[in-house]
């Protein structure tokens, strides 16, 4: 069979296929989670601190000191208040000290046992606590509320639900308007609510904290704790082998699986763990501890407390999920070993630097003189030589009572041969109250040679302990 060459070659063109486009999301869908009820030590202990938090937090501003309010931060005269101590703005160095014993604080708690503050007193795991009771006791424990959530929408069901959702208001509101208390005085606020006089910022941030407080306890919950806080995304950095943390016994637990009571778990080739998922259905972020150490775990734990509660059911020892460290359980160490080992030098460090610092505070209060006093050189009015061939300066001197009762106060002034005050050495001042007082200062003519000359003056209070020293400059002229 031949073939003719110069014939035209046919051509079958071949159609390109469209990829099929498939649209793939980044985001997981979120699941809503639905604690389970628990009780035990840690359980105890949580409930413990949301009771002392809560009480400090709504009772403190209710508190009387004399004639006022016991804590008060009162912005519109610059002042701060707490029980028998009066801050001013001069008085900033003790509110850094307080934020630098917080940061050494957290740092000393996670190098010790994790995500303390987390799982037991931030505000966020307090009021979801809260949060959480109310709606248990409205709606039911998880399973009640899970089949109440897929069901269709009946009276009660809307009863239910519109029940729970006034008492997050109420209670998010009470929580708003307490937090404005210790800025505003409380009493003349809640006068003033109910007289329907609230200022326009005092109605704002009353409304503003209580529905912080109803969207992140009542909805967002652990959604904060995984996205919206810092803390989980670096508390990785602030643990190491050593630290206590929320830890499921992989060697003694797996393999897992589900056995009757009676049956030995040796001769099934199983480990102490049931696989109940009990343990994940009382996270309040929803993992599974036995997967390890993730960032959602807040270190409460709620898996510890429900996992000794089925070993007590199955006849197993206890402390198949518990707080251990890295080291203890690769090494199988005692309890004792183990506390031993959290006693470390970096443990020691930051407890010596944190005891140190709050014992300098305590001390810089206690001999913390109970006024302040400011001298400014008059330069609206030159050095003078007046009668008798005496030099002159004025002075402005600002003191400043802070104390909360009358006070009087003498000023003397010291430095160059011959120098007195020729003003009024006295003043009296009202609780909490300031002034300026010019002051005249002078020198006989042969006292120095002209120049600039330093000269202190003494600030001295007559009805309590105190005594200031104010360094300033004389001028005698030419």
Known sequence: ???????????????????????????????????????GVFSHWRWVMVWVTQLVFYGLPWLEWGQRQAVLFDLSVRRFYIFGLVLYPQDFIYLTGLMIIAALSL????????????????????????????????????????????????????????????LWIAFSFWTGFTFVGYFVPMREMAGAFLGGQLAAWEFFWVFFYGFATYGNAGFMREQVCKHMCPYARFQSAMFDKDTLIVTYDTERGEPRGARSKKADPSKMNLGSCVDCSLCVQVCPT??????????????????????????????????????STENAMNNHWSKEQTIKRVLRPR????????????????VSLATRTPFKADVVRDRGVM???????????????????????????????????????????????????????????????????????????IIESLDSPGRLREESKFVIPR
Not at 151 to 156: C, L, P, V
Not at 347 to 362: C, E, H, K, M, P
Request: aromatic share 8%.
């Open 286 to 323: 929803g993992i599974d501890i036995r997967n390890g150490l993730q960032y959602e775990c807040i270190g409460c734990g709620a898996c510890a407390d429900v996992c000794d509660t089925v070993m007590d059911k199955v006849g197993y020892p206890r402390g198949l999920v518990k707080y």
């Open 107 to 166: 740092f000393l708690f996670t190098a010790v046992a994790g995500r303390l503050w987390c799982g037991y007193a931030c505000p966020q795991t307090v009021y979801t606590e809260i949060f959480l009771w109310i709606e248990k006791k409205i709606e039911g424990d998880r399973a009640a509320r899970m089949r109440r959530d897929e069901g269709a929408m009946t009276s009660e069901k809307l009863a239910r639900k519109t029940g729970k959702q006034f």
């Open 347 to 362: 443990v020691l460090v930051y407890s010596t630097i944190l005891l140190g610092i709050v014992l300098a505070i305590f």
């Open 383 to 457: 050095a003078r030589v007046i009668e008798a061939g005496k030099i002159e300066n004025v002075y402005s001197i600002q003191v400043m009572n802070a104390t909360e009762s009358n006070q009087r106060y003498k000023i003397s002034v010291e430095g160059l041969p011959g120098i007195e005050i020729t003003s009024e050495p006295t003043l009296s001042l009202e609780p909490t109250k300031a002034r300026w007082v010019p002051v005249r200062v002078q020198v006989p003519p042969e006292a120095d040679k002209p120049g600039s000359h330093e000269i202190h003056f």
């Open 1 to 39: 069979m031949t073939t003719d060459n110069n014939s035209p070659k046919k051509v079958i063109p071949i159609a390109a296929v469209a990829p099929e486009e498939e649209l793939v999301s980044l985001y997981a869908p979120h699941q809503k989670i639905y604690p389970r009820s628990v009780s």
